[in-house]
């Protein structure tokens, strides 16, 4: 994977956490406002398995890999 490539990459990962995140905030924001009565073992559910997404995409061993490319100044932005 060339360079940019490797740039391109990290930034729709952290672009893809940053939805992610927003969507947590709103589902669990929802659940304690306006969520009826009987949603919340769903909801819950609903939030664990983001939850769950969000930590594989930032734990993917690929992402430290292009971290460290971008601190050792291996690769430049688009």
């Known amino acids: 994977m060339s360079n940019k490539?490797?740039?391109q990459?990290?930034?729709r990962t952290f672009q893809r956490l940053s939805r992610f995140?927003?969507?947590s905030a709103i589902?669990?924001?929802d659940m304690f406002t306006m969520?009826?009565?009987g949603g919340s073992t769903a909801r819950?559910?609903?939030l664990a398995e983001l939850n769950v997404l969000e930590h594989q995409l930032l734990t993917d061993?690929?992402?430290a890999q292009w971290i460290a490319a971008r601190r050792a100044?291996?690769?430049e932005r688009c």
């Open 5 to 7: 490539s490797h740039y």
């Open 9 to 11: 990459q990290l930034t």
């Open 21 to 23: 995140s927003h969507l």
């Open 27 to 29: 589902a669990s924001w």
């Open 35 to 37: 969520m009826p009565p």
């Open 44 to 46: 819950g559910e609903a």
């Open 61 to 63: 061993p690929k992402v």
């Open 73 to 75: 100044g291996r690769f």
